[in-house]
């Protein structure tokens, strides 16, 4: 199969999607056709993940077929495969959610090509080899999810939080296109197997030398990439937009938004320091300090933040930037054990916190209000939504069977490699986060209903409904199953999975010479 | 004295008016007290800036980069329009 | 309707020649494609911008339209720099908006007559009237007030010129 | 002199930036934003180039043309690589550009004011 | 020779940190957005200093033309003064 | 103010290390003479005659759609995604749409005098010969689809302004025909994007499709054709009048 193609299926797709809704009227007609696209998407990389998993080295593609540092390469393994698989498998089902939740909207079709528009954003940013391209990848992200977070545009409080996240998001990437500025002034190139060559004295075609300051402006480019990774992942000084944007978003896009988008930095960040530019020196202390304080402070201020909501979306939303706050302390051990419970965790924390907006945004789609304690007792009439939010709440606080358990364990294991206090950052923010979840467990399963419930409806906007949809309570168990099911293989699947996969990010050697045998040879053939 | 050295004074002479008209025109621009006045700045400006492109573009004697200039010449006009119909109506496209 | 009648060749020949001239070179490719720009363009804008094609391909209104571009950047342009000159040294002016009638039918003509009075020094037009029957020009030397000595002073040279080339 | 007027043009225009960047973070009205986003976004974008340039004289565009001969072109001519990035650069902006300015004109229609300062005002109110 | 390039940029950069800086200050958002051309036209002529014919059209075209249409768009359809401190 | 006094400083503390590093270290590498091997390689092989070329004397479109092709499909569609995002928030359904032409019909048209139309007229076909001239010539001169089809779209604002939005959908202009043009401009650069995968098994964006200097011309046009319509667009749908949308939102508002 052709690697190139994988995120040109959702790119097509999309381009054609406002055309078919301005003629065909049909909504049916939009879903199926977005569906079809989702579906060509999932099986694309599912053979993807199979091949990457079966293939010794990291799968080399030259678009264009121009050679490493000329042209742009697609450069996908374990570790980028494996994300990729996720987030094509929870667009799947965020769009056969969305065919339920979506089912009194009007002008479906911009819903939809935004959504293939993240979807192919994603994949493009994970599977990409080249620095610039991730800024255009980072770019298709923010274009879509900006244009998702203010799709219900009769929502003040939705426009404005687009609003918000738009102008901070375009702020970030301008100051990462700037860090490829530097990279490209000092080391003559642009892509990532290039840079890391470059980095460790390498040789590699075309480009032979560096310029200017290295260090430093590597230094530079460090600085300029964490505040991008700060503000487009939540991290403490950048996390304002969060609370606003992912519980102002239909409640889909708000599962993916708080399960992929924010992972994405946080993938890219770890490319760059495991991959391609592992720090040594004194930059690496700094590095790892400023990464573990900013961390740790968004995973306590997330997990405090929780204790005081009522809007049942805005706790979850709390809850991502504790989480994105634990894969920054990850990241920030520098080792092994801290790459590899990050990227399990990016898979856990994916859908365990999609399953949590997901049944969340059942509930609201009921009830016609966010404010749980507004929703008091719902949960009794609608069985399958509380058994997701259950089991995704126990998964997300870390109860052992259920698969972000493991994940934690991970993390905790290598932050006390570091440190015993770091330790003590996780547990404590989980026991808080508990008592925010526990406390809404009880609103929702034993609170009485409220008077003047029913008058509530009028001035929200998603309207009350009464009953379960079939395709968002499908799509829900489908993914606690999932959730249920990785808890228990996890000891399997981490050796299987998530080993490799670190292993092989961690591999430069491997990452390079993939890269520059293929490069050497169309060059020498010329 | 032949003919290119005495053009090539010219040339030299011009651009430091149109460098000299640039001043002008900022003051203007910064001081101007009515809107119109930054407006009418702004316009004379950039067709002072198409004419000194195109002086550059003679000196450098290279005849890609003019191109650029007859491209501001013309946005320079629709910006004009834009501005005028803002003030004169309050809504543009209508 | 004939689809033919849309085709304005007026608007071909416009379009190709900016088209040449921007592009700087005549080649074969640029004549191939230019050739399809125009023919598209001109299909599209219809007769919207020459409306009377026989008055665009006469060559006795281009002669005029030369000697006029020539006489007016030669001689008048010299003649009022040299006024406007002598009167900001001077520090004679008695500066004021006059009302003139206009005679010239076509809406070019009006263009040309109110660009040429424009870009003389010493006077700008203001506005025109919305039947544009009446020009209102602001004028350095405000010396009378008649209509038809305004007239004979700041429009009639150019309108002589706009009515032979463009009524 | 050369490198004490490259400092200078230099050191302006991350002036410029961190002005843009300011104006963002500090005004309160969401078109001066938009505004102050697009400073930001050229200073970046002139840096850019900067890097390409060459301290030859001439200095050629990197397009080839018929009367100069190859190696005079490789000899003077500026890096084409950061342009093409910049190019890029700049469609990306102008397309944030209408998102940005749609959501701030959407933002008056629903709630009549584009002040950030009012629109906190507006939020709680409507919390309540 | 190459100095004179140099100098021609030292005044654009100029000009253009000044006339933001006055963007930024001025409360009227009109008169903000014709600073904020005056900078986007200096910058024009630096990127055709900088020999980069094709930023300076696309540039152009963006920064002096379909932007500009877009804000006073939007100022159109919002307010124009925007409030002091 | 708080706040201000606090981005401020510490805005100035990041200038000053940046304005070190970048003044006294050179950490951007300026003042040179010479140029970094990458940017050679492209100016010395775009136009080669074989070996890794593009055929095109243009080394800037050569980078932007053969080389560095990847990205330049990303940018159209980040564009893309930038006005289906804003036509979403600016959506009318068909009742709405109705309205708002109902609405419109009783609106005076604002044009502008008689000298300005009749010199826009003018300027706007020379603005529409000179934006076709910049895109098809993109492969060779300066210039290529985006700065033509922007280029485009400011003569059909120019339109808008001096004339009025009406009088341009009374000639047949509504957003039915430019959504169809911008899907075929999108459409050709997909086309000529995958065509080689599927001809003769070649990768995604391996042009060659036309022979030699031709090769950049279809991505040339379908991008002149997107990003003009693509603008239009949008201006199309923010140019109702305030006040009409106004009516047409609280009639959605109070469903």
Redesign the interface.
Known sequence: MEIGIVPIIPLGFAFFLPLLGYFVKSRRVIELYALTASILTAYASWKLFIMAYSSEEPLVYFVGNWPAPIGITLEVDRLSALIVLTASILFLLAMVYSIGYMEREKGIHYYYTALLGLETGIIGALMTGDAFNIFVMFEVIGAASYSLVGFIRRDGKAVEAAFKYGIIGALATSLYFLAMGFVYASFGTLNLADLSAKFHGIPFPVTVKTFGDPTLALAIFFALTISMVVVKSANFPGHFWLPDAHPAAPSPVSALLSGLVVAVPIYVLARYLYTVFPPEGEIRGVISAVLLILGASSAFLGSTMMLVQRDIKRLVAYSTIMHTGYMFMGLGVLSFTGLMAVTYHIVNHALAKALLFLAAGSFIHASGTKDFEKMAGIGKSMPFTTFAFVVATLSLVGVPPLNAFFSKMLIYDALVERSFALGVVIIITSAVAAWAYFRALVYLWRGKPREGHHHEHEHSHEGPHGHENPYMALVMVVMAVAVIGIGILSPMLIDRLAIPAATQAMDYRSYIDAVRRLAERIIASG | MNFESAFLNVLYFSAVIY?LA?ILY?IR??KGPT?AD??L??DC??FD?AA??VV?GIY??????A??A???A??????D??????V??????? | MNPLRRFSPATFVIVLAVYLFYTGSVSEYDLITGSIVALIVSFLVDHWLVKNESKFFSPRRWFHAIVYGLRYFLIEETKTHIDVAKRVFTLKANPGIVRVPLDVESDYGKVLVANSITNTPGTVVVDISDDGKWLYVHWIDVSTLDEKEVKENVVSYFEDYAKKIFD | MISFLLAYITITLFAMLFLGIYGVATRSNLIKKIIMLNIANDAINMLFILIGYRMVFPVFPPVYEKHITFREFLEKSVDPLPQALVLTAVVIGMAMNILLTTYAIQFYRLHGTVDARDIAEVMRGDDE | MIELHLLILVIVVSFGFVFSYLAMKEHDLLKALALSSVQSTFFALGFYILAAPDIVLAYLAIAVGAYTALVILAISKTERYEVGE | MKRDILVAVSLLVAFLFIAYAVTVKNVLGLGGAELRPLGEFYLSNAFAHEGLTSHSPEVVTAIVWNYRGFDTLFETFVFFLAIMGALSVLRLTDEQEKLVRELEATMPHRQMDLIVRATTKLVVIMIIAISASIALHGHLTPGGGFQGGSAMAVAALLLFAAFSKFTLERKGLTLKHTISAYAVGLALILATVLAPVFLYNGKVLEINLLPGEMGLFNLDVGEYLAVAFGFLTVFLVLGIPEWVFKVVLRGELND
Do not use: C, H, P
């Open positions: 460098a640039f900022g621009a910064i809107t930054i407006i700045a702004v400006l950039s800036m000194f492109m550059l450098f004697k290279s005849i890609m980069l191109s650029g007859i491209i501001l013309l946005w320079a006009f629709m910006l329009v834009y501005y005028t119909k803002y004169l109506y309050g809504e543009v496209e209508v």
